[in-house]
């Protein structure tokens, strides 16, 4: 992947957007998730994504901000990635809504209904986990393993590939050959498109099986 040295984004440019965000009131808004939910996206952005960092920085002998600039122009690594989201959850979409998975759909919904997640719970761990995840996934272990097993290392770990369960399987199956397409996604495009991707595909699925509206009524473009 090309790093393109007019599109390099600092870790300065980064703590003055997280410090602009904090300063309007960001930590407000997270103290009003849920805490578990709170809990579990801070411990996937920061357990994955720091031993993702280190995994970078330490077996691959390259600057994670190397990596993390790599590829495309960012603003058109998150257009293709967002595209790649969508088209992605649509078909993950058409799995779990076919008669066949009525029973499993049942369970994954009442779990996270359980959950109790918010609008903003929803935003916070789906970035969590794109972010998080795919840096360690991705952009640490894909080099060592590469794509194909990786994918499948990721969906097993997650619990969609089980011999107890077809019809379960079936869908990690589908979500392998997703992951896969998320692999090259970050091989092809960069590090950021593959987070773009992954953010995306967990923000559609979670409005959707929550019943959540991504935009709360009253609020017009």
Not at 15 to 32: D, P, Q, W
Not at 75 to 100: D, E, H, M, N
Request: with cysteine; net charge positive; proline share 2%.
């Amino acid at each position: 992947m090309a790093i393109h040295g007019r599109d390099l984004i600092s870790y300065g440019d980064i703590k003055s957007l997280f410090l602009s965000y904090i300063e309007e009131g960001a930590v407000k808004r997270i103290a009003s998730m849920n805490k578990y939910v709170l809990t579990l996206g801070l411990i996937t952005l920061i357990g994955f994504g720091l031993g993702g960092i280190l995994i970078i920085e330490y077996l691959q002998d390259l600057r994670f901000v190397e990596v993390w600039n790599s590829g495309d122009r960012p603003i058109r690594q998150v257009g293709v990635g967002s595209v790649a989201g969508l088209l992605a959850s649509g078909l993950a979409l058409f799995i779990i809504t076919r008669k066949f998975f009525d029973k499993e759909k049942a369970f994954y919904y009442g779990l996270i209904d359980r959950l109790g997640i918010n609008r903003r719970g929803i935003i916070f761990i789906s970035l969590c986990a794109g972010i998080g995840e795919e840096i360690f996934f991705r952009a640490a272990i894909q080099p060592f393993l590469g794509i194909g097993l990786t994918s499948f290392l990721f969906v097993l770990l997650h619990g969609y590939l089980t011999p107890k369960n077809l019809r379960l399987s079936i869908y990690g199956l589908a979500l392998t050959g997703i992951i896969i397409g998320f692999g090259y996604l970050f091989e092809q495009v960069g590090l950021v498109a593959a987070i773009a991707a992954h953010t995306v595909f967990d923000l559609v699925l979670l409005f959707k099986m929550t019943g959540i509206r991504p935009i709360p009524y009253g609020i017009r473009g």
